[in-house]
């Protein structure tokens, strides 16, 4: 491809041909000519050109003389007639004379005006009055231009042709529409040939308008193609040969590559291949749209991140005079309109926002009065204009501040420790109105979990000047050791600005006045200072940047970074890092720092983990202004890219890449469907794992969506999972964690309840949550076989069978007792027989003749009782009895006294016999009736034993006879020798 110009002489000729020569000429693509019309006819090489119709490039006077002008004077008399009198005919002849005339005296002409009126003399006439009427005229009139002149034409023609074959690209991949994902191959494959041997060919592509990469191909033999193939990689938003960025940032996530071929010379045609790139959830490293319209015309509002993942973020529409809050709710992928915030009429300029659980506040300036606060449940919003809206959602809505008169930023932050909202502003008022001051409020987020706002310190004046062209300006809040400290810039023009810290003290609503209210950070001279903007990182330590000019430019700002462990005490100098202006500032929870700002209408990044000692960057971004990025005081969010929102050419946009909180997993091993009798446990049992290294995770129960209780805790090395094992018992109805009652109501049979289980960290994660049904079986007192009944009157002990069975399979006690008196007790088998009786020596003691209740009395081990009562009544009409145990003499006794104590009516029989030789086979038995009746000692008559040792026993036997009074014993006793 080449170029040629050429100029030919003037000529006085409008209608030219001229000619030009072009060695090597192969093809013409375009001619065209400066002025006028150019048509060619080609011979060879040379070219001659038709030229017409051109402008005059130079005029030249060849004779004659220029016009020459002067002053003339001329009169002219008109004639009027008026049946009215003299004044009539004056004015009728007044009303004939022309306001101007033509003059021409042969060497001046031109035209004069009326300059004056005279009246002449009045007649009357027999049918009128006549009048005459002279007007004067006057002007410049000139003589005639003689000049002649020659018209010069000059014709430059420009050749576009080609002196050399282009090369063309024959491309077969890669094909056009593809969709491409992290970590994609991208191969671009085709040939090149050029008709012109000894070219040096090249492939030449740019990808998404990046810088032109080139693949060498060697030189042209004029016949053969040349063949390529090269294979790139997408991968965080760029195209990469080998380790080589080839492509930039891409600017969208539609794009296209050109691909063309080179000779050394010329081009060949470019050929476009389009394609789109689908980005992870999460890790947006080329930016998206948030929304396509222009909204911002101040500082962009930080994105916020929820406890349920959403971003949330803001833009304000000045023509619309609407704050728009947008959300996503896949990691920045995708962005929806959230609400927005408008009263028709007032521009609510400086906005910002804040996040408290799923709680989003908004703070945003209204007119040049009010300062309003709206707080919402982004879970539960809808898209509609919060202005003055109450809703279930809407948890504050009304101002916080008023009277003000001017504005000049807003900002919001949440002490994420002590639950407190915190504001501030710069404003004028009618106290201080020649000034912008700092006022700053704040208040208590109830501990109820809503995210409703308690008690409040509404609009203290912190500052006070009140001196034009004196003010605080672009407030921004940021803790450190639980304080809010307020950072603004401050300017006294046209020689005094700097950068300015005000600290809360922790007490009342009392703030550090030190250095009249302002502790003094950075004092930028005659050289302003602006946008300030600070965070704190996890080591406790304030970062604070924004941009000012200097002495070695006072027209470049340049991005500046300073620091401070304890609000006081600053660097001599901050650091002067980039040209740039607009700095954001945010730290990941390791303490690298990134500041984003824009430069030359571009976003860029710079990152730092030594404090901007030395900094990686800077990283170019897009074309874009006024970015904001993400901060995160609890570190909570990890990512590799800090989320941002900027403002491009008709957009809001957005790109970050987040390192996602991973939930944690929970799995249970306890079964399903269990059915719970009394003191029978639920195993609360399982694992969880979470892949974030680092993250502290809590397993968590409940039943039927009671009261939350922990069952586990630990720290997670991203495999190693936590066990976890509890014992739920169930007892009474309820179920029973240790000896706290986690019900708190009594569980239903026949019914199911749930036991959910699931695990939480503490970046916000929570796994799914997994639950288990049971029912439970109210615990029911053990069965005793047969029914309660009248055994009757009974001469003998009674003997009754029985079984005991408990329902829930528990433990359970027996009882056997005779009027209350225990008989025996022991641990009841279930189903097994067993047989109730009345030992002889308590059937003894029964008095006979009135009824007696034997129970069987059976109790469970959460003390359910059942009982089973018979009633009998004693017959008796004799009592017999023997010792149990004889008693062992060394040698035959010789002698033995029974006494009695009782009662013996008369009527009754008394029988008793006492032996010697007791353990015979057959004892010999002696009757003592006589001496027991009378208390007398009896003298043993037998002498022999069989039994190997001598022992005495007794027995007694009383019958009843013809007595008619109750016999009564209460006891005997007795002696031998």
């Avoid at 607009?582 to 990941?588: M, Q, R, Y």
């Avoid at 069965?783 to 005991?804: A, F, Q, R």
């Amino acid at each position: 491809m080449a170029i040629k110009s050429i100029s030919y002489p003037e000529s006085t000729s409008r209608s030219q041909t001229q000619t030009l020569t072009l060695q090597g000429l192969k093809k013409i693509n375009t001619v065209t000519v400066n002025t006028g019309t150019v048509s060619y006819s080609l011979t060879g090489n040379t070219l001659t050109f038709t030229l017409k119709n051109g402008a005059v490039s130079r005029t030249v006077q060849t004779g004659g003389s220029a016009p020459h002008s002067t002053y003339r004077t001329d009169s002219r008399t008109s004639m009027g007639a008026s049946a009215a009198g003299c004044s009539g005919a004056y004015g009728d002849a007044l009303a004939a004379l022309p306001g101007s005339i033509y003059y021409n005296d042969g060497a001046y002409s031109g035209t004069l005006s009326r300059t004056s009126t005279s009246n002449g003399g009045c007649t009357r006439m027999p049918d009128a009055w006549y009048a005459e009427v002279t007007g004067t005229y006057g002007g410049t009139v000139s003589s005639a231009d003689t000049r002649t002149y020659a018209y010069y034409y000059q014709y430059s023609v420009t050749v576009d042709y080609v002196d050399n074959s282009l090369p063309s690209v024959t491309l077969a991949q890669p094909t056009d529409n593809l969709a491409l994902t992290e970590g994609s191959t991208y191969k671009l494959e085709g040939s090149v040939s050029d008709a012109d041997a000894g070219q040096p060919l090249s492939v030449k592509y740019s990808i998404g308008g990046g810088p032109t990469q080139t693949i060498a191909l060697g030189t042209s033999d004029g016949t053969t193609s040349k063949t390529f193939s090269k294979t790139l990689t997408y991968s965080q938003g760029r195209f990469w040969d080998g380790t080589a960025d080839v492509s930039g940032l891409l600017p969208a996530e539609a794009s296209s590559i050109q691909i063309w071929a080179n000779d050394g010379s010329d081009d060949s045609a470019k050929v476009t291949r389009n394609f789109t790139v689908t980005q992870e959830d999460s890790k947006l490293y080329v930016p998206v749209n948030v929304v396509s319209q222009p909204y911002l015309v101040s500082q962009m509002a930080r994105p916020v991140r929820l406890s349920n993942g959403w971003l949330v973020g803001a833009a304000y529409d000045s023509i619309g005079k609407t704050i728009y809050l947008y959300k996503s709710t896949n990691n920045g992928k995708a962005w929806s309109q959230l609400c927005y915030v408008s009263n028709g009429s007032s521009s609510l300029t400086y906005f910002s926002i804040a996040p408290k659980d799923s709680v989003v506040y908004i703070a945003f300036s209204t007119g040049t009065a009010d300062i309003n606060l709206i707080a919402i449940d982004a879970t539960g919003a809808t898209n509609t204009n919060l202005w003055g809206l109450t809703a279930s959602w809407v948890l504050f809505n009304g101002a916080i501040d008023s009277e003000q008169t001017a504005f000049n930023g807003i900002d919001l932050i949440i002490d994420p420790f002590r639950n407190e909202l915190w504001w501030v502003a710069c404003t004028k008022n009618p106290s201080l109105p020649n000034s912008f001051n700092i006022r700053a409020g704040s208040f208590v987020i109830l501990s109820d979990g809503d995210g409703s706002l308690g008690i409040s310190n509404l609009g203290s004046q912190l500052t006070y000047y009140d001196t034009s062209g004196t003010d605080i300006t672009s407030p921004y809040v940021a803790y450190l050791f639980d304080i809010p400290a307020i950072i603004s810039a401050w300017s006294s023009g046209p020689n005094n600005y700097g950068i300015y810290i005000n600290r809360y003290l922790g007490f009342g609503f009392v703030w550090d006045d030190t250095n009249d209210g302002r502790g003094v950070m950075i004092y930028g001279g005659g050289y302003p200072q602006a946008s300030p903007q600070a965070i704190a990182t996890s080591n406790d330590k304030l970062h604070v940047v924004w941009h000012g000019t200097d002495a070695s430019d006072t027209v470049n700002p340049y991005i500046r970074y300073s620091n401070s462990p304890d609000f006081v005490t600053w660097p001599a100098e901050p650091r002067k890092l980039v040209k740039g202006q607009n700095a954001s500032i945010t730290s990941d929870k390791n303490r690298k720092l990134s500041i984003t700002y824009e430069d030359g209408g571009f976003i860029k990044r710079i990152e730092s983990t030594d404090e901007f000692v030395t900094y990686q960057g800077p990283f170019v971004v897009g074309a874009g202004t006024k970015p904001a990025t993400f901060y995160d005081q609890l570190f909570k969010t990890d990512f590799l890219v800090p989320p941002t929102l900027y403002q491009a050419a008709g957009a809001v946009k957005y790109y970050g890449v987040l390192i996602p909180n991973k939930k944690p997993v929970v799995t249970l091993t306890t079964s399903d469907n269990q059915v719970l009798t009394e003191n029978v446990t639920l195993s609360v049992a399982g694992s969880a794992t979470d892949e974030d290294v680092d993250n502290a995770v809590t397993v968590k129960y409940r039943i039927n969506g009671g009261t939350i209780r922990n069952v586990a805790y630990g720290l997670s090395d991203g495999s190693t999972p936590l066990s976890f094992a509890r014992e739920l018992r169930y007892s009474g109805k309820r179920m029973y964690d240790g000896v706290v009652d986690i019900t708190g109501v009594d569980l239903a049979e026949k019914t199911d309840h749930t036991l959910s289980v699931w695990a939480e960290d503490d970046k916000g994660g929570k796994s799914a949550e997994v639950t288990r049904k049971f029912r439970v079986t109210w615990n029911r007192p053990p069965t005793i076989s047969g029914e309660n009944g009248d055994l009757g009157i009974m001469e003998t002990p009674p003997s009754v069978n029985y079984t005991v069975t408990e329902p829930e399979g528990s433990t359970f006690t027996v009882a056997e007792k005779i009027n209350g008196q225990v008989i025996r007790s022991f641990p009841g088998v279930a189903g097994r027989q067993e047989a109730i009786t009345i030992p002889h020596g308590m059937w003894l003691r029964l008095e006979p003749g009135v009824q007696h209740a034997l129970t069987i009395e059976a109790v469970d081990d959460q003390g359910m009782t059942s009982t089973r009562t018979y009633t009998l009544t004693r017959f008796e009409d004799e009592i017999d009895f023997e010792i149990e145990e004889p008693w062992l003499t060394d040698a035959a006794a010789k002698r033995v006294l029974l006494t009695l104590d009782m009662t013996l009516p008369a009527g009754a029989i008394l029988a008793a016999e006492a032996c010697n030789n007791a353990f015979d086979t057959n004892p010999t038995w002696e009757d003592i009736s006589f001496h027991a009746r009378y208390g007398r000692g009896y003298m043993f008559l037998n002498t022999q034993k069989t039994a190997a040792t001598w022992a005495v026993s007794i027995r007694v036997r009383i019958e009843k006879g013809t007595a008619t009074e109750p016999i009564t014993i209460k006891g005997f006793g007795g002696a031998f020798d």
